[in-house]
């Protein structure tokens, strides 16, 4: 996962979209009274509470100490841990492992994979969604044209968007059993007449990890100029979101 340190605020302010999309994950999950279920990669721990709200026993984990911090200060009653998903482990095994829009920062899947399997129960349930093939293509696009603008031929994109085809192997090969599966592209809004230069702050900060923050600043403003005239509509900006939505079983 590329180093990125997290404005927790920021984060639920501006960009409140992803836990409200999450919400519709929550159904695929079907949490019911009396499990245990983890939250891998729960951020500020807001989807982690709807799910306790079903009578569940939640734990949240996540790579961010920052989120994390948030997430003990909002929601006192759920355990929460500062865990990589490539490197985590718990004695106690869940009934279901859920995880919204955190896999595809994660270089090694096959990693995380095993840690999910080996922290289910048998029959224990893996729902997720993530980003799929072609996500934010567009905004990749921009940033590359902005940056070959000023000379920089090269920016490190640390995202791992995949197909349906290529993830259900991955399952597969851990072991699970795909249940459901869904791949759909959804234009997502983003927030305020900054919404995209904010996005690229929050989202893609690692593409200018190596660059002086003048230089980041005139390619970011670049990058939201040349997308201007087909993402921002009627007054709100959007950005061209595909995601994979599964839902695999551990195989007894």
């Known amino acids: 996962m590329p180093e990125i340190k997290w404005n927790a605020s920021l984060y639920d302010n501006k960009h409140a979209f992803v836990s409200q999309y999450g919400e519709a994950l929550i159904d695929w999950l079907q949490p019911s009274a009396g499990e245990a279920i983890l939250d891998l990669g729960c951020g500020t721990g807001k989807l982690a509470n709807d799910i306790a709200g079903f009578g569940t026993k939640v734990t949240g984990i996540d790579a961010s100490a920052e989120m994390i911090e948030k997430a003990k200060a909002s929601y006192p009653s759920i355990e929460f841990f500062v865990k990589d998903a490539t490197d985590f482990s718990f004695e106690e095994k869940f009934d279901a492992i859920f995880s919204n829009a955190t896999l595809h920062w994660i270089a090694d899947q096959p990693a995380t994979l095993k840690n999910v399997w080996n922290s289910l129960k048998p029959g224990g349930r893996f729902v997720f969604e993530m980003g799929g093939q072609h996500n934010v293509r ?65 989202f893609a900060s690692f593409f200018f990890k190596h660059l002086p923050a003048p230089t980041t600043e005139k390619i970011i403003n670049r990058a939201v100029e040349i997308l201007r005239p087909t993402h921002y509509r009627e007054g709100n900006w959007w950005a061209d979101y595909v995601r994979l939505r599964m839902r695999a079983v551990k195989k007894v």
């Not at 921009?142 to 085809?165: C, M, N, Q, R």
């Open 138 to 202: 567009s905004l990749v696009e921009a940033l590359h044209t902005a940056a070959k603008e000023k000379g920089i031929t090269e920016l490190t994109d640390h995202w791992y968007f995949p197909s349906v085809a290529t993830y259900a192997a991955l399952l597969e090969k851990q072991g699970f059993s795909i249940q459901q599966s869904l791949y759909f592209q959804r234009d997502t809004k983003l927030d305020g007449e900054d919404g995209m230069k904010n996005w690229f702050n929050m």
